[in-house]
């Protein structure tokens, strides 16, 4: 299985400030047909996950565009430019490279 | 705008058998375009792929629970089910009914979940 590796595992902001998060791959996620295979989720307090990002780069309709997605082969990022208080909750990549896909451990953002 | 609606009992005892239904509305799981999957997650932990089903009949399981896993559709009903086996309490856990992108695999839209404990 793919393991994807998330840090930091913790990410206290400030409202305005902006926030980083990494993803790191066993393995590489790039296809042959030029397409990383990596999506980035949002679950906050008490709801299901919601889809931020796909194919590493792809805004996801009604996403933010201070909400970005950036990378390839193994090392990709997820970064927030400007912190807003519905953006507290636990960010999970995954891989969908591969059966079975796998989700990273997630990081948990959180207002300072 | 697609919504997934998982049910079915809150409770079970080890060694039961998990049955839960996925109601899908505002779309068909005929639709070639999506494969129809679960996935869980433990009370306070990460999430876990469990696996597809194809309105065609295909399938695939993680190997973690190939062996006590089967997920089903009925493209009639326009639902899809999930079995698992022999339970144990790590099977506790929220389980979500999602659609997935076919072509590029990401998953586009879950449902709300249904917690399901499991104890003696």
């Known amino acids: 299985d793919i393991v994807l590796t998330q840090s930091p595992l913790s990410l206290p902001v400030n409202p305005g400030e902006a926030a980083s998060m990494s993803c790191r791959a066993s393995?590489?996620?790039?296809?042959?047909?030029?397409?990383?295979?990596l999506n980035w989720y949002l679950q906050r307090p008490g709801q299901s996950p919601q889809l931020l990002i796909f194919?590493?780069?792809n805004r996801a309709s009604g996403v933010p565009d201070r909400v970005s997605g950036t990378g390839s082969g193994t090392d990709f990022t997820l970064r927030i430019s400007t912190v807003e208080a519905e953006d507290v909750g636990i960010y999970y990549c995954?891989?969908?490279?591969?059966?079975?896909?796998?989700f990273g451990q997630g990081t948990r953002v959180e207002m300072k | 705008h697609v919504q997934l609606q998982e049910s079915g009992p809150g409770l079970l005892k080890p060694s039961q058998t998990l049955s839960l239904t996925c109601n899908v509305s505002?779309?068909?799981?005929?639709?070639?375009?999506?494969?129809w999957s679960w996935i869980r997650q433990p009370p306070g932990k990460g999430l876990e792929w469990i696996g597809y089903?194809?309105?065609?009949?295909?399938?695939y399981y993680n190997p973690s629970l190939k062996s006590r896993v089967g997920i089903s559709m009925d493209t009639s009903k326009n639902q899809l089910s999930l079995k698992v086996k022999s339970v144990t309490a790590a099977d506790t856990a929220v389980y979500y009914c999602?659609?997935?992108?076919?072509?590029?695999?990401?998953?586009?839209?879950w449902g709300q979940g249904t917690l399901v404990i499991v104890s003696s």
């Open positions: 194919l590493a780069s």
């Open positions: 393995q590489r996620l790039t296809h042959s047909d030029g397409y990383s295979y």
């Open positions: 999602a659609r997935e992108d076919a072509f590029s695999g990401y998953v586009e839209s």
């Open positions: 995954m891989q969908a490279l591969e059966t079975p896909k796998t």
């Open positions: 505002g779309d068909s799981t005929r639709s070639g375009d999506y494969y």
């Open positions: 089903s194809y309105y065609s009949g295909g399938s």
